[in-house]
């Protein structure tokens, strides 16, 4: 168990879903960067649940409170500290989790992982709410960024079976990311909204939940960050990715799609432009043996459907080692996408962040 | 840039293509495992070209020498260090591409990088023929897993349209994992492998190249090994795949499928079997919140086309920065598949064996 | 600037003197421990400035608030963070050292690496403070060790010329250190703390300050723990303990008294005892080829008399980049080290709970 | 275990005394630095046995094979890797070590550690040998901290009772530290050689040996480098220095003679000089709350008497259990002093350069 990660800027996570507080400890951060709250309280609300009938009535009250590291709103170089105090918390909703662990979380390998003594109460430490810390660091990473000229933004690329249009791998452009990130549901089609919310509706009054596919770009990078063998910008990325509860692949430019792809199709040439190299493509997002291109970075991030689903499951019960039937009573997502996506966006900044701090 | 990878067992990669040697230092490994040389040269084989027509007609003999940890064949616990003395090497075929980079490989972010001092005579560093040290110490950590009741396999999944039967997720035996992996051209079905090298050749032929994909698993872990949030199971075997060259994407069981399926379908319900708790599927691929949820790891590996084709592409002159068509005139796999099944297999072997140690 | 450290336990500490608050998380902690949290407290006390003359007289409640990783008195294996809300600061009193740094003191390079943009109140993020955290979190490990058997205590061994008796280095016994550190001025003689408060009294007079020795002793560890070559116990202690302010140099057993030392007289034979091989002496202080020996490990920490002294000193105007001359008017120790003792065994603390966990 | 060490230059060493070969793998080296093979040869001279009757008579020829990370005498930004191999190996001289471990040795640590299957013929991986590999990385180092206007250099501060001169802490010069590092026998004042030797060869003829002290110093260094709290100077240079076989204690500045010192008396004053602040003494050796203050760092070196000694010594027989006497017959230096200046002086270069990279 490491909630810790990074080389330069080094955050560390804690908390418990129903625990006294959650947050983070960013360490490494530069000196004289001012933040602004305002744009940290939109990522926040961004992620925060409650906010129409695609996520869980839960209103969480996400108020950050920073503890060191800014001081009048300006970065000192010292850890910044963060912190949310949990509120609105109904515990009694998850007891039987104890005994009986849900399909598809975290709850049985936990159970013997910590003899037991985990936070169960609302998947704990565990919780798709640690992802709350993540965002509020990449928010602060995203500002550090923008004054290196580089901008990170994502949408959902697909839920189900309804798909957004996906971002110009080579001529993305930071104003289109910031249009697509600045949106509470966050498409490149305007359409493409309300077709996702009847699909997740769907899925919600069947008792069910369903999963998808988010495409995250960053614009502005330098040529040559990162590198081979195993500081690769795809895998420095992943590291970070994977720690999203319910991401379960991630991949660059073409992805899976290079399995079926031939070299004359998908190769990225070169040509010179306005005296600067640039690829004719960007198939590969973004990134050629392991370090940046130039290209905008392009990932793409699988989420399967949300495990906790109404309908009774099979299960077991760790006192009786007897076969049970689960019934989740509890407040979850039927999709967890339309919040997913900011906290993707946040993963992919405090990433990159830290590998241009080299 | 940093060939360094791993907390417990940290392995230090160096070495470029037409160096003196390419080697490893393997830092961490418990004392007293007798090795087997001959599995260790077998996996060395299944990795190494020159073997037939699908693969590069080099004939590099991938003679390790071990130099230290190793004592009348039983590792001392001290550092294991192992080299492979360059031989056949053909620098003149390369020269062009220092003012000429390759579309689609490293060539022009690393000149970028290393401001034109890095070695390009075959990739230098960057080239492919860096997973031979991994490789090998891939067939270390397998030797050391299999006294722990752990065994690691992969397959070709798919090369461009043909496709190979895929492991059952939940129920693959370690007999089957080594089944597939004694070959020399790994596929489940024995037919598969005619109808892969036909699809490999009709690209060769029409100077060009295909990409496709690895599925590797991995049976016999305890539960709960790894955990939440950036200590998960996919964060850190991600960080050792993306280092091999060329590959763009990882994912586990569904991988991303799960972006199309609903939770009724594909959450892993659980039932006693024989006085333990399994699952009933393993759609999640044998991992679980980041943890090991016993159920068998299932890693799918996507690698793209060989960049290196014989038809003429579109590049620039990084001397004059005046566009130019680059011919590639190299001995080049037109499909990295075959011989990638084993840095596959090695770097999930090394991934576990570090995840295991703790 | 890394306020992390750790490999299996990562500490990560936040906070500055007069910012809002201070505090730690701790990752990697078993699960399971009950923590007594009235011994926590008597850690926190010891360390607290305040108690009598020979401390500053800032009164500061550090009442340690547990946000995460404690459920009922027990750790659940998830990051413990506590925090620790500042009051009773007078920041005023610093005003002047933001243009005339302190002499000894992390003032003027923390300007320079900041840009000026650090909290220079109290010294900020670099404040003595700070242990705070580092004595709470070894307070949490040294009750993990108890459970291993292992017991951590120190003693003053020197202030100025006032010196304590030292341990036996090779018998010195659990309940020994117990004793020791039970008491809140830490000497091994009762009448060594007369002499040593009226040495402290004789500097604070004199608008001076005085510097001292900690020794500290680990007892219960098994033999092999640590190891060669960069991964000793004698480096990985060293590490934590220069993070304590004022510190400047760190010996195990002889120490620098090795300098002056033959073989024949400090070898550390060994012996045969209740069927346990036993070193006859132990002048290597526990540690042998970076490995616990079996034997206790010693300790030795050089710490500096407190830079902040009343009387007037030369310094600069970083402003007009003149000669000046500084005059602290502040509340300051005289004499650190009747509060550092506790710090010490923090830090050593941590620093075997580490090792121990590998 | 581990070898391994540094955040930026990553250093793996590997190797065993009697084995195949000895050397090292330097990842993260920049690119485009010309090395001087000469000055690397004389460094690794400095270290090397048999140059007189002060040292062991064994005559290795630690001649460096470089096997990558150099092309045409300039570093390639890959990872250096160097080879030694190992010749005049007296593998029966050993032999009775293997049940009998010799005091204050690595040995019975080991035996316990690594289940009797570490080599142990001449300490295995535990062997002062290993710091061949250290001396080489360390001449890389001081070639690239050269080139950033960086000098290193070390002195023996005493051997026994005979003593050399300081260097001026705040004044040392460049030219000064590149004198006393031109010799073979590295002291500032030219008669105390002689004195020395006498000393050394004093405790030779009693079959006995004797400990010293070693003081190191680098100029140049920009000022803010390193940090608070666990990422300080001091705390990264020991880790290295104890990753050397007989250190055991490291101080900075007036180190634990500041333990009967007074603020008003040690206190480093500012002043303008010339346009810049500079500390009017610097007893902190150039480190202040763990950053580098701009005057010379200044470390010292505690080193135990060689522990292999020709008198006989109480041990153990590790088959039988019982009490036994030791007789070494080995080659050994009586004092090891002279040859490891060289090896403190590569680790402190090793340290510095890791720092200066951030």
């Given amino acids: 168990m490491s909630s810790v990660i990074g080389k330069n800027i080094i955050i560390s996570v804690f908390g418990e879903s129903h625990g006294e507080a959650i947050g983070c400890v960013i360490d490494g951060l530069p000196s004289g960067v001012a933040l602004d709250m305002d744009k ?32 009048n709103g300006v970065t000192t170089g010292a850890p910044l500290a963060a912190m949310i105090e949990n509120t609105n918390t109904k515990s009694g909703d998850y007891k039987n989790i104890m005994t009986v662990p849900r399909p598809s979380h975290s709850d049985y390998p936990a159970f013997v992982k910590f003899g037991g003594n985990n ?13 709350a810390p993540v965002v509020f660091a990449g928010a602060v990473a995203k500002q550090i960024l923008a004054q290196k000229g580089i901008t990170v933004g994502a949408h959902i690329k697909r839920i189900g079976d309804v798909t957004d249009s996906c971002f110009n791998k080579n001529e993305v452009t930071a104003s289109e990311l910031e249009r697509v990130s600045s949106k509470m549901f966050n498409v490149i089609d305007d359409g493409a909204e309300a077709k996702m919310r009847d699909e997740i509706e769907k899925y919600r009054l069947d008792q069910n939940s369903v999963g998808g596919e988010i495409e ?47 070299g004359k199709a998908v190769n990225d040439g070169y040509c010179v432009k306005d005296g600067e190299v640039k690829t004719l493509t960007n198939n590969n997002g973004g990134v050629l043996g392991g370090m940046t291109s130039g290209a905008p970075i392009i990932v793409n991030v699988a989420i399967k459907p949300t495990p906790s689903i109404a309908a009774p499951q099979p299960s077991v019960n760790l006192d009786t080692m007897e076969n049970a039937t689960l019934e989740i009573k509890g407040r979850h997502d039927p999709c967890i996408l339309p919040r997913a996506v900011s906290v993707v966006e946040a993963a992919v900044a405090l990433g990159i962040l830290d590998i241009t701090m080299e």
């Fill in 40 to 71: 940290i309280d939109f990522e926040m609300k961004r992620r925060a649940p409650g906010r129409d009938k695609t996520t869980t009535p839960r209103k969480e009250k996400d108020k950050v409170r920073i503890l060191s590291g800014v001081l």
């Fill in 119 to 131: 936070d169960v109460r609302g998947g704990g430490h565990f919780s798709a709410r640690l992802t």
């Fill in 216 to 262: 995250c770009a960053a614009l502005g990078l330098p040529v040559g960050l990162g590198g081979n063998m195993f500081d690769t910008v795809e895998g420095r990325l992943s590291q970070i990715l994977f720690g999203i509860p319910a991401v379960k692949g991630v991949s660059f430019g073409l992805g899976f799609d290079f399995a079926s792809a031939d």
